[in-house]
């Protein structure tokens, strides 16, 4: 009987990848989200506006786009002025699904529609799929979300997870590359790239957590629409013996409350010679190196024979 080992029971809200082992093997990872929202199934039939599954915010829906040309509805009851985000997680958890969403209010009149939604947190997936918006609620009265496939396809894998609720704003960073090198006495500069949740748009303050001795970073500030900033790293020591260990974090005020996120390091990667990915890596690391060096060659180069000498007359 195989294994699963599960996220720790305090665990905080997001993407673990788990594995199943038995009898000494390991299977491949796959992805398991974790929400501490409530959790409900998707209730056919719900294909059609006039028999659409009634739901209350806030809640994950787990379900599935069952056949070709399938269209899940949901119903729930809005206010005026009020803010709500829907949003899927479908291709980021492996599914082929290419999610479609949209809003109508009580007369069918669509208030919101989105097919790709890019999330630079989501890794090497090629085609960031799912499905996001944030819209404003006209009036009261009762709404609708619907969600299908924008190729019109559907099966037993086209599963997801849709999250409807009011907005919970945050906010996400990676830092590239995931490695730097020195000169002693110098800089280096990286790349930080927020991700801003559900319409965060405040200021976010960028700076070194704790640098090791001889390294320095004058703090920077993304403004309030700004999603990528450059941070230069300054080196005021002799060469390292090993590459040593570097954290950059981010500080803003989300509902009177400073929160501070960790950037992940990561590496800037093409695929298929057009699409970008910042690809998660273990570290960030520094390395101060002195250029007077020189490193002993990886191969020798190989002597040329002399000619024999030829005797004097």
Not at 60 to 78: C, H, L, M, Q, S
Not at 101 to 113: I, R, W
Not at 162 to 188: Q, Y
């Amino acid at each position: 009987e195989a294994l699963l080992s599960p996220p720790p029971r305090d665990a905080a809200p997001g993407l673990y990848w788990l594995t199943a082992t038995r009898r000494g093997l390991c299977s491949n990872r796959v992805p398991f989200a974790l929400d501490a929202l409530p959790e409900a199934l998707e209730q056919p039939p719900n294909d059609r506006p006039e028999t659409p599954q009634t739901v209350a915010f806030p809640l994950v829906i787990n379900g599935r786009i069952e056949k070709p040309d399938d269209w899940d509805v949901f119903a729930f009851t809005g206010h005026a002025n009020q803010s709500i985000v829907a949003e899927v997680q479908a291709r980021r958890l492996g599914s082929p699904l290419d999610s479609i969403l949209k809003l109508t209010d009580p007369t069918g009149t669509v208030l919101a529609l989105n097919d790709d939604y890019e999330d630079v947190a989501s890794g090497p997936t090629t085609h960031q799929a799912d499905s996001c918006f944030l819209v404003t609620l006209p009036a009261d009265g009762t709404y609708q979300v619907h969600l299908g496939d924008t190729a019109r396809q559907g099966g037993e894998a086209y599963g997801y997870r849709l999250r409807l609720s009011e907005p919970e704003p945050d906010f996400a960073l990676r830092v590239a590359p995931s490695s730097i090198g020195l000169r002693g006495r110098s800089t280096a500069t990286v790349s930080v790239y927020a991700q801003r949740k559900d319409g965060f748009d405040s200021p976010i303050r960028l700076a070194l957590q704790n640098p090791p001795r001889g390294f320095s970073a004058p703090s920077i500030t993304l403004a309030a629409t700004q999603t990528v900033a450059r941070l230069t790293i300054r080196s005021d020591r002799g060469p390292t013996d090993e590459p040593v260990d570097l954290r950059i974090v981010g500080t803003a005020t989300i509902g009177g409350q400073e929160i501070t996120r960790q950037a992940v390091p990561a590496e800037d990667m093409m695929q298929a010679f057009l699409w970008r990915h910042l690809v998660p890596a273990r570290d960030l690391k520094a390395l101060v190196f002195n250029p007077a060096t020189q490193p002993m060659p990886g191969r020798l180069a190989r002597t040329r024979p002399q000619p024999p000498a030829t005797p004097s007359p």
